[in-house]
């Protein structure tokens, strides 16, 4: 059991982090497909920095600086180029593939060296608690930045202006512009936050959930992050909800695949898709999202 | 409180959209508060800080957010750390001091349009607004919440405050207005003393005295009932909007003309007659019969419609002339969809013959729609619409936007229609034009029907578009 | 032809071999800077697609399921329709096809069998393609979610098929036991008589969308979902109808693959086509003919990806970039006007106002 939530907990980081950096930007308006991509190039960099410097943190920062590249790319496209939010984000997805494809050739020729890894740490008393001590407070410092992160938006987006006129950004770019919110400066700034953020959850992978780096090595983790970000019905604490029970089905796949009961695991692996489905189907009211997401935002003419 | 009267396009907007600096004057002077504006630095900003707030028409709150919130996220005055308690409670004062009562937790999007109006006029007033301007403030509103909004007006009357209100009822101007300027064509016509100024003189100065009185066509013969609708109620975008028990019978030859001022039901009206909107009551008869209220039925039963409006009139921008002409006939249609296949060799040819007969510029069918001007455009959608020679036609607003030769064009054929037999009604927001067409004139007023009396002048119909009855 | 239309088909054509041409070049600068030789790869590339009768077979091959996937994304796209699905509507019909073949009837005749699992492939595709339209239509839920997540899905219940139901006899390993030869696609060497039903397949596509009714009132509710409802035209059914055809294409994708290809199903079927795809149609600029092209430009990026592994050492990964490039360059290139016409936000339950 308690290794069953441990597990939950490190799974769901990588979901967490990278949720949380969409909920930012499509509470502004704008769905980023393209988080698949970022965190695999999230993963690729904080790889490559972190065995080039030998040092774990500086990868992680390297990583979050590839994100937030990634993201001014996306920006670029969605809001200079004028191209489709969903074409861009396709784009990027198919550009980390091959970016990272041919780094990691480049750069190891197959065979990456071991890097220096972000490893777990307790906290002090709390981690000698009975039953959970080990599994909540021994964790990777990804467990415990997605946590504190939550915590920080939920606060943020609910109780500061700045929180509260995204929010209006994502709701109605037109009332927000006639108030005189800065519709374009959010919506950009958003982008680059979520994207660093998919960075940095990238290079979870790399670096704390396995010790290497693999072609396309997301495997689909960015899609289940924009399916958290919904079944979190786009709050911060929903997200967390979201993200441990997408991390605690995993964690379960594997478990009974050794236990080799009688449930294939393709039905748990399929679980969280079609529950969001059905929410998605069925939700009522305020589980809307945004209202003005995924609209290009174009001040009329005066 | 000062109400500003005019009829549609005579400049009210407009004008308010000067003092509240969207649009940049080509002359002329402001003064704000007792000092001079420069209209270089003139913007909304400027404005709301010059204590100038606007209350639309058609709201412009984030929908999804709760009144509180809606208060609190423009503007730069206020912590950086919100705290929603905390706003509550000082936005709560704020409208019990003004009479504003407006649920404060639900999101805007629940509210009534009434409560919707009033958090506006909240948000207003939480920015300092000394002058405030409200654009038909009663249009959504019920009887009930009138009231409540005068009073609450009369309350910043009394604080010091100034009420700019545009306004195109009478009543409204009675009640509460201490002085009224009329607008006419971009003129500021008159300014008067609001009371003690009776609705003819009012009526008069908002339509011109200029306007030939009302005379029913001598003694032309009009043939059956062909378009019959029978206590037609509809649910309505606002209250005002909302249709109540429609009664119009329309003969064979007879152009019948629905004046009014906009948002009266105008659209209501015309998205029930063509079979986009579903009636909560009543009937629709075309030569008799009563007809499905649906896009294809009444299509099928010869109801054709023609809007000045180029979706609603059912023309693809991206298509070309030749498939635009033939869209209403996709599911039906076998001279241009035999047997569910599209013949485009058909089409062309049925939309360069349409293209001569009637002028079309540039007469090519296969030039998108979007590159034709106004008037072409609506040419293809006359042609479409009047050929086949249609049971009855309701042309809504059909010379909306074109220039003076297009809009005489339309005119010739909405006579000619007319003069062959068929059943025009004919609703406009431009009264010249209901005037100048119609062998028989009635109101919309509120969703409901009014009779406008023959010989009517240009001051009774003014008074009745006022909400007054002719006196 | 007349001329303003060959104007536009030339003027069209320059676009797309321009946007073709700069993701090339990307990707040869990409592969410069990283110490690859951008020479020897191109070449690779270009040879390992098209400089033998082997090569092309293999960009045949490869164009194939591009070509119905880029379809079924391209009638989509012109209702305004964004469909994502296209990788998991295929993935569901090489599944019911294979149920067909290898456990409904494998002992039915080729003439009966093969039919069969087509007609079972489309349908299962369009079962999704619908699934989508139907949350669309009655609950408001975006089709870009809700086809990204049933791509998962289709993913899982293949592995619950080749684990399960589906296994083959042996039980030894997860796929489905070898197709009957009745089911296999009659072929010529390698290239089966899917690349055939692919190409009759576009210009009925061509035919559909430019020449019948049905595709008519596609166009219409796509530019413009209010006018069309003034029109008589219900947004709301012909969204449905496109998105079940569209599935029903990509479906067929998957039919094709398993009874022309690999003879069998197993997990890690599709290598992206379904996503690739999308790229494919924005290339076409949305047009069912220029899909044909446009599926063999792709397939023969993949086809010679292999050969510029091999022979240059450069990962078959580099070409996604190209297809990355493309996307953007293709879409850009039409000067801020959307890819795919945006569906009226009114379409979903608020009604005309």
């Known amino acids: 059991m308690e290794a069953l939530l441990e597990a939950a907990l490190r799974l769901a980081a990588p979901l967490l982090i990278a949720a949380l950096g969409e909920l930012v930007v499509e509470r502004g308006g704008v769905i980023n497909i393209g988080i698949e991509g970022t965190m695999l190039i999230g993963a690729f960099a904080g790889f490559a920095v972190a065995t080039a410097t030998g040092s774990a943190a500086v990868g992680v920062v390297g990583a979050g600086a590839a994100g937030c590249a990634v993201g001014a790319v996306f920006a670029t496209a969605t809001f200079a180029a004028r191209i489709d939010q969903i074409v861009s984000g396709m784009a990027i997805n198919l550009l980390a593939l091959g970016v990272t494809g041919l780094g990691a050739r480049a750069l190891w020729a197959g065979a990456p060296p071991t890097p220096p890894l972000v490893e777990p740490f307790p906290i002090p008393v709390l981690s000698s608690l009975p039953v959970v001590g080990r599994a909540l407070f021994q964790q990777s410092p990804y467990v415990y930045g997605g946590v504190l992160l939550a915590a920080v938006l939920g606060f943020g987006l609910a109780r500061t202006r700045t929180g509260l006129r995204l929010r209006a950004v994502g709701e109605s770019a037109r009332a927000a512009d006639a108030e005189g919110v800065p519709v374009l400066r959010f919506r950009v700034v958003a982008v680059l936050t979520g994207a660093t953020l998919a960075g940095i959850a990238g290079s979870s992978l790399s670096l704390a959930l396995s010790d290497t780096f693999s072609e396309g090595m997301t495997a689909g983790r960015g899609f289940i992050a924009l399916a958290v970000v919904i079944f979190g019905r786009w709050s911060a604490w929903g997200g967390l909800a979201a993200a441990l029970f997408f991390g605690a089905a995993t964690a379960l796949q594997f478990r009974l695949q050794a236990r080799g009961l009688g449930i294939p695991y393709p039905v748990f692996l399929m679980f969280p898709y079609l529950v969001t489905l059905a929410v998605l189907a069925f939700a009522t009211g305020r589980a809307r999202s945004p209202a003005d997401l995924g609209q290009a935002y174009v001040r009329e003419g005066g | ?471 | 032809m007349s001329e303003r239309l060959l104007r536009v088909t030339l003027s069209a054509a320059g676009r797309a071999g321009l946007a073709a041409l700069i993701g090339v070049g990307v990707v040869a600068c990409v592969l410069a800077v990283l110490g690859y030789e951008p020479g020897p790869a191109l070449a690779a590339l270009v040879s390992g697609s098209m400089g033998s009768g082997a090569a092309w077979t293999a960009t045949a091959l490869k164009a194939t399921p591009l070509l119905f996937t880029g379809l079924a994304v391209t009638i989509a796209f012109r209702c305004g329709v964004w469909n994502i699905g296209a990788e998991g509507q295929l993935l569901f019909g090489a599944l019911c096809a294979t149920a067909v073949a290898t456990r409904i009837a494998p002992g039915a005749p080729g003439l009966a069998l093969v039919p069969g699992l087509a007609l079972a492939a489309a349908a299962g595709g369009a079962l999704l393609g619908a699934i989508a339209g139907v949350l669309k239509a009655r609950r408001g839920v975006s089709e870009v979610i809700s086809t990204i997540l049933l791509n998962f899905v289709a993913i899982q219940l293949v592995a619950l098929a080749v684990q399960g139901p589906l296994q083959e006899s042996a039980g030894a390993y997860p796929k489905s036991d070898p197709f009957p030869p009745a089911a296999m696609l009659p072929a010529w060497g390698r290239v089966h008589l899917g690349l055939g039903v692919a190409l009759a397949s576009a210009f009925a596509a061509y035919a559909l969308v430019f020449r019948s009714a049905f595709g008519f009132r596609v166009r219409a509710v796509g530019l413009s979902a209010r006018a069309a409802r003034f029109a008589g035209i219900s947004p709301e059914r012909t969204a449905l109808a496109a998105l079940a055809l569209s599935g029903a294409l990509a479906g067929l994708a998957g039919g094709v693959e398993v009874s022309g290809v690999t003879g069998q199903l197993f997990q890690g079927l599709s290598p992206g086509t379904g996503y690739t795809a999308i790229a494919v149609a924005l290339l076409a600029r949305l047009h069912p003919i220029a899909v044909i092209p446009a599926a063999f430009f792709f397939g023969a990026l993949e086809a010679g990806a292999g050969a510029m592994q091999r022979a240059a050492g450069v990962p078959a990964v580099a070409t996604q970039i190209v297809q990355a490039v493309v996307i953007l360059v293709s879409v850009g290139l039409a000067f801020g006007r959307r890819a795919a016409p945006e569906l009226d936000p009114e379409l979903v339950g608020e009604g005309p106002s």
Request: aromatic share 4%.
């Open chain 2, 1 to 471: 409180m000062h109400a500003l009267l005019g009829e549609n396009g005579a400049g009210k907007s407009t004008l308010m959209n000067v003092l509240l600096g969207l649009v940049r004057p080509d002359g002329g002077a402001l003064q704000v508060a007792g000092e001079s504006i420069d209209w270089r630095r003139w913007s909304p900003a400027e404005a709301a800080r010059r204590g100038v707030g606007m209350v639309h028409q058609h709201s412009s709150l984030v929908p999804a957010m709760n009144a509180v919130e809606n208060l609190c996220f423009g503007g730069v005055e206020g912590p950086w750390l919100f705290s929603p308690e905390a706003e509550r409670v000082r936005v709560a004062a704020l409208a019990e001091r003004f009479g504003l009562g407006v649920p404060l937790d639900r999101p805007v999007d629940d509210l009534s349009p009434g409560e919707r109006q009033r958090a506006e006029i909240l948000r207003a007033l939480a920015r300092g607004a000394r002058l405030l301007v409200l654009d038909e403030p009663t249009s959504v509103l019920t009887p009930g919440e009138s009231e409540h909004l005068f009073a609450s007006l009369r309350r910043m009357r009394d604080e010091g405050r100034a009420v700019i209100f545009i306004s195109h009822k009478l009543d409204e101007v009675e009640a509460i207005a201490d002085r009224v300027t009329v607008l006419r064509r971009g003129v500021s016509v008159a300014t008067r003393d609001a009371r003690g100024t009776d609705a003819r003189e009012l009526g008069r100065l908002m339509l011109g005295a200029d306007l030939p009185p009302l005379e029913r066509s001598a003694a032309r013969r009009f043939g059956p009932v062909r378009l019959g609708i029978r206590g037609l109620s509809a649910p309505g975008s606002s209250e005002a909007g909302r249709l109540r028990a429609i009664e119009l019978a329309v003969r064979g030859g007879e152009v019948v003309g629905v004046a009014g001022i906009d948002g009266n039901g105008q659209r209501e009206l015309e998205e029930v007659l063509a079979g986009v909107r579903a009636p909560s009551s009543g009937r629709i008869e075309v030569d008799g019969r009563s007809v499905s209220p649906d896009v294809r039925s009444l299509r099928a039963a010869g109801l054709a419609h023609l809007s000045g409006d180029r979706e609603r009139a059912g023309l693809v921008p991206g298509f070309t002339l030749a498939e635009n002409l033939v869209l209403k006939g996709s599911y039906d249609d076998s001279r241009f969809f035999p047997r569910g296949v599209l013949d485009l060799a058909a089409a062309r040819a049925a939309a360069r013959r349409v293209a001569e007969r009637y002028a079309i510029r540039p007469p090519d069918p296969d030039l998108d729609i979007r590159s034709l001007s106004g008037g072409n455009a609506q040419k293809l959608a006359v042609a479409r619409e009047l050929e086949g020679e249609p049971a009855a036609l309701v042309a809504v607003n059909p010379t909306r936007g074109l220039d003076v030769g297009s809009a005489r064009f339309v005119h010739s054929q909405l006579l000619a229609v007319a003069a062959a037999g068929s059943a025009v009604l004919l609703v406009s927001t431009e009264l010249e034009e209901v005037l100048s067409l119609a062998d028989r004139v009635v109101a919309l007023v509120r969703g409901g029907i009014v009779p406008v009396p023959e010989g009517s002048d240009a001051a009774a119909i003014g008074a009745i578009l006022l909400g007054r009855s002719a006196a």
